[in-house]
């Protein structure tokens, strides 16, 4: 990612709290003095690309932020406690909360940014386990990008409704990161990374891959530890995520003119049209006959 530098006039100079050190950025702000009582106000945001030497050391800041890293590497401090920056690196401060962030020699940094504050700013930042001074690991690294840049775009378009619209990608956001919330280190972060990379081989193979005993051959992961990792990581079992996957591509080719029940069982696996009928059912609450007369 190369992020061009993007300062609309209308919003005017760039706060102090900016760093200068930066070689590229894409920013926007909203309203740089919120008015007291309100709920949930987004103050700016964007991405900086760090210019060489970046170093940052603040006694606390006014109001409540999240950083996210997506490239390079470097050492963060946040209050008493360093921690490593890398891709992926989620972490938020606010009033109280000194920070000291240090780009590795020979590193530029490229993270995300947004700044808010409100009466309910610390309840959101507490409620996606990213309370004030914590530090979080996303997995995979790149996987807040998208809502970030549409926080960025909604917010360079400075129309009547942006304050709003980006208050409510915040609370996406919120969402968003406690699903891709990855264990630091250790068997924990062992058990997550063996979830992972199961779920993500039943998503590329979703469309032959039939049974949990496939899954776990193919990952040589055992049956039972399989499902209690996607217990503990997905609230559901390695089965009911591949027909999730199974029955929302049915839905899709349903949708096409002409499509025949029979030929879309069988091209996501299922020989039986019955046995395809009740599980399209399981999934939804309706038979693959009623969702095409509802379309």
């Given at each position: 990612m190369n992020p061009q530098s993007v300062e609309p006039s209308a919003t005017g100079a760039a706060p102090e709290f900016f760093s200068p050190q930066v070689s590229g950025a894409r920013r926007f702000y909203l309203d740089l003095n919120p008015p007291p009582g309100a709920g949930l106000v987004i103050i700016c945001g964007g991405v900086e690309q760090t210019a060489p030497g970046y170093a940052i050391h603040r006694a606390t800041f006014p109001f409540f932020s999240i950083e996210y890293v997506v490239r390079g590497t470097g050492t963060l401090k946040l209050g008493r406690r360093e921690h490593r920056l890398q891709p992926g690196c989620l972490f938020s401060y606010g009033p109280g909360i000194s920070q000291d962030i240090t780009a590795d020699p020979g590193q530029s940094l490229v993270k995300y940014f947004v700044d808010f504050s409100g009466r309910r700013a610390r309840a959101l930042l507490t409620g996606c386990?990213?309370?004030?001074?914590?530090?979080?690991?996303?997995?995979?690294?790149?996987?807040?990008?998208?809502?970030?840049?549409?926080?960025?775009?909604?917010?360079?378009?400075?129309?009547?409704?942006?304050?709003?619209?980006?208050?409510?990608?915040?609370?996406?956001?919120?969402?968003?990161?406690?699903?891709?919330?990855?264990?630091?280190?250790?068997?924990?972060?062992?058990?997550?990374?063996?979830?992972?990379?199961?779920?993500?081989?039943?998503?590329?193979?979703?469309?032959?891959?039939?049974?949990?005993?496939?899954?776990?051959?193919?990952?040589?992961?055992?049956?039972?530890?399989?499902?209690?990792?996607?217990?503990?990581?997905?609230?559901?079992?390695?089965?009911?995520?591949?027909?999730?996957?199974?029955?929302?591509?049915?839905?899709?080719?349903?949708?096409?003119?002409?499509?025949?029940?029979?030929?879309?069982?069988?091209?996501?696996?299922?020989?039986?049209?019955?046995?395809?009928?009740?599980?399209?059912?399981?999934?939804f609450g309706l038979s693959p006959d009623a969702f095409r007369r509802r379309q």
């Open positions: 386990r990213l309370a004030p001074g914590r530090v979080a690991q996303m997995f995979p690294p790149n996987g807040l990008q998208g809502v970030f840049e549409e926080l960025i775009r909604c917010g360079i378009n400075a129309t009547r409704h942006s304050p709003e619209i980006c208050a409510k990608l915040l609370e996406c956001l919120g969402l968003e990161i406690v699903d891709s919330h990855a264990p630091l280190a250790g068997a924990e972060r062992l058990a997550f990374t063996t979830y992972y990379q199961a779920r993500t081989h039943i998503e590329t193979h979703f469309r032959r891959l039939k049974t949990l005993h496939e899954i776990s051959a193919e990952r040589r992961v055992n049956n039972a530890y399989l499902c209690r990792l996607f217990r503990r990581y997905d609230h559901q079992s390695p089965y009911q995520f591949l027909l999730r996957l199974k029955m929302n591509l049915a839905a899709e080719r349903l949708q096409q003119p002409g499509a025949l029940v029979k030929q879309v069982a069988e091209e996501i696996g299922f020989g039986d049209p019955f046995h395809f009928s009740r599980a399209f059912k399981t999934v």
